[in-house]
């Protein structure tokens, strides 16, 4: 699940862009709103991706990874 701020964003563009590509091997879903998702300690802001599993916790956020992306494509 990517949370992003802006449909407009860099992060989102390079996520959708990466979604498309793997669509036929895994389920990509997007949001502005992270308020319904599950929470830890502090509510999910984006731009991150929620990674849900199904043992410990169910689900892992990965803020790092869409920066160093990002950073990776300049």
Sequence with gaps: M???SSYDSE???IFTSVANELRSDYEFKHTLDASFLPTKETALT???IRLFK???EGFSDLKVI???FVSSLE
């Design 2 to 4: 990517g949370v992003f």
């Design 54 to 56: 199904k043992f410990d």
């Design 46 to 48: 984006g731009p991150a």
């Design 66 to 68: 869409i920066h160093l």
């Design 11 to 13: 992060e989102f563009t």
